[in-house]
Nanobody
Framework: QVQLVESGGGLVQAGGSLRLSCTAS????????MGWFRQAPGKERERVAA????????DYADSVKGRFTISRDNAKNTVYLQMNSLKPEDTAVYYC???????????????WGQGTLVTVSS
């Protein structure tokens, strides 16, 4: 069973940056595609970004393209989300998730972390 722990969330002013980390235990992440999702108060959870198991392919929601970057370090069993030029509408709980393929991660991840809160003040 893969367990994911997110970190790096917090309070930041609009225009600022944060880097989220997602570290796995119980199994190596190198066999899985990974993704980041977010859920804002009163809204449905939405996909933010996804990355293939080796990091060669990435996918982003239109709302974060050019501002967010997903990456991974399989040697550290960790996936990252670098968030730049943050906006108040980026405020949400951010979740890390994984699956057997990019398609799986995008549509229905197999396992999830507990989430980390990102708050962007105006």
């Amino acid at each position: 069973q893969v367990q994911l722990v997110e970190s790096g969330g917090g309070l930041v002013q609009a225009g600022g940056s944060l880097r989220l980390s997602c570290t796995a235990s119980g199994r190596t992440l190198s066999s899985y595609a990974m993704g980041w999702f977010r859920q804002a108060p009163g809204k449905e959870r939405e996909r933010v970004a996804a990355i293939s198991y080796a990091g060669a392919n990435t996918d982003y929601a239109d709302s974060v393209k050019g501002r967010f970057t997903i990456s991974r370090d399989n040697a550290k069993n960790t996936v990252y989300l670098q968030m730049n030029s943050l906006k108040p509408e980026d405020t949400a709980v951010y979740y890390c998730a994984g699956g057997r393929s990019m398609a799986t991660v995008i549509q229905q991840p197999g396992f999830w972390g507990q989430g980390t809160l990102v708050t962007v003040s105006s």
